[in-house]
């Protein structure tokens, strides 16, 4: 684990500056995010710890388009997401941004190769990566025919990186990919994602609790009332 990012590394996947989301008026106001300010660069995978209501799932949706900060800016791949309308907004995470989530997510019918393919159908264009590529780079295409039921819980987290990405994401999400996880099976997710995040350059920011894994990724912030910082 290294406290910098690389040097090589000039462009920006993604950007928060001076952000803040809060909820409610008055004396019923909660600040969610307070004055955020992070960048992450293609290739680099971001770990924030911190605990329970700190403001990390907050972070991740603001990050993904998902809520609307109550100012600041939030730029990805040179796209400022405050400006877009609804339609566009939902557009540019179709095409720029993957999701990972804790539970996978998966659709219970769908073989693992399927729920690949129906991310192609979605966005109506081939993959860079083939699926059935992404299904061997994340150990999975042995079971590319099963469905979520007759996979391990590290199986459809694996899956699950794959699927996030089909569409060549600039800037992957993930959220507590671990939980739930033995200690050797967190292990082996993180080194999945952070392998994929180096291969395909995706700009990735992680939220965890599991301390553990905190040693693949590139950098470790924690977050504390809203408020980023170093680890």
Not at 9 to 15: A, D, E, F, N, Y
Not at 118 to 141: H, S
Not at 182 to 208: C, G, K, N, P, Y
Request: glycine share 10%.
């Amino acid at each position: 684990m290294t406290t910098t990012a690389p040097s090589t590394r000039t462009r920006t996947g993604l950007k928060l500056t001076d952000v803040t989301l809060t909820f409610g008026d008055g004396d019923d106001q909660v600040t969610a995010l307070d004055h955020v300010d992070l960048t992450v660069v293609p290739g680099e995978l971001i770990a924030i710890v911190g605990p329970s209501g700190a403001g990390k799932s907050s972070l991740l949706a603001v990050a993904g388009g998902l809520a609307r900060p109550t100012s600041g800016s939030v730029v990805v791949v040179d796209t400022d997401l405050i400006g877009l309308s609804s339609r566009a907004l939902a557009a540019f995470r179709r095409d720029h941004l993957g999701f990972v989530f804790q539970s996978g997510n998966l659709v219970p019918a769908l073989t693992a190769l399927d729920q690949l393919r129906l991310v192609e159908k979605i966005t109506g264009r081939r993959a860079t990566t083939p699926p059935e590529e992404l299904l061997r780079a994340v150990g999975m295409d042995q079971h590319a025919g099963r469905r979520p039921g007759r996979l391990s819980g590290g199986e459809r987290q694996r899956v699950g990186i794959a699927r996030a990405l089909v569409a060549s994401p600039s800037v992957l999400l993930v959220d507590e990919p671990t939980a739930a996880l033995d200690r050797r099976r967190s292990h082996e997710i993180v080194e999945v994602l952070a392998f994929q995040t180096h291969e395909f350059s995706v700009a990735t920011v992680m939220v965890t609790h599991d301390h553990d894994v905190l040693e693949h990724c590139d950098r470790v912030l924690e977050m504390i009332d809203g408020r980023l910082r170093p680890l």
